[in-house]
């Protein structure tokens, strides 16, 4: 078959079909010796193995879902946060709750993720989740509370807002919730409900910085989202922090002889 179509008739072929050939069809590529055509079934294989890597993937971080599904529960909702470490902006809570059996491709830690696919992951977790929620609280409650506590109280409006029957959590329970719940260590690499929480929270206040750095313009918010960085640690000893710092996390700026 292939060893009748031009070198260039293959190519176009393989990119119609993304590279996804059948058994039948590979064997077939196989056949043929010219380079174009080999380069083709490399490309092929490639694939394959790529895709195959992912269902075993997929088949790992939906296993704690798989088990509690299992158990009787049916809204689990994964919880994670973005935030923790900037020096301005709010730390941001997300969580989500898929149907039973839900499996999204792509879906990991926000932060193995480049900015345009966690935005297309975020778009996607939204309308194939039962239900989603996101929270914020912003650097005075910081400074006020602690990170900690602002955490735990994004959580609890996380769980207020969607009622869930089985909590799953980054690293650390929630105090204070009778909500059954399960802390999975790096579990937004383990869990794809936590994983799709830490993608929708990444994008929301990725996005807000941005605006944020319109408001408050010379940080270069858009850029780094508040995160320390060369860039922001100069505009902080050029202009002085401003509304949206973490005084909390800035005592590096403090005079050492005050």
Not at 31 to 56: F, I, N, S, W
């Amino acid at each position: 078959m292939y060893k009748s179509m031009s070198i260039e008739q293959v190519r176009a072929l393989a990119a119609a079909k993304d590279f996804c050939f059948s058994p039948e069809e590979v064997a077939l590529l196989r056949q043929d010796p010219r380079k174009g055509t080999q380069d083709v079934l490399l490309k092929v294989q490639r694939r394959r193995e790529a895709h195959l890597a992912e269902e075993e993937r997929l088949n790992s971080i939906t296993q704690t879902e798989l088990d509690l599904w299992g158990k009787g529960f049916k809204r689990l909702v994964g919880i994670d946060e973005v935030g923790r470490g900037p020096l301005a902006g709010p730390v941001t809570v997300g969580g989500v709750i898929f149907a039973e059996g839900s499996r999204i491709p792509g879906v990991n830690d926000s932060k193995a993720l480049s900015p345009k696919r966690r935005e297309e992951l975020a778009h996607i977790i939204k309308d194939k989740a039962i239900a989603w929620a996101i929270a914020s609280r912003d650097s005075a409650y910081i400074d006020q509370h602690g990170i900690m506590l602002a955490i735990y109280s994004c959580q609890l409006e996380i769980v207020e807002k969607l009622a869930p029957d089985y909590l799953m959590l980054d690293a650390f329970l929630l105090p204070g919730c009778s909500v059954p719940q399960l802390a999975i260590v790096k579990g937004d690499s383990k869990s794809l409900s936590i994983a799709a929480g830490s993608i929708i929270a990444k994008v929301h206040r990725d996005q807000l910085m941005v605006e944020l750095g319109v408001t408050y313009p010379g940080y270069g918010f858009a850029s780094h989202k508040g995160y320390g960085c060369r860039e922001h640690y100069d505009a902080l000893f050029s202009l002085g922090p401003c509304e949206i710092h973490r005084q909390s996390y800035l005592g590096f700026m403090k005079d050492p002889h005050e």
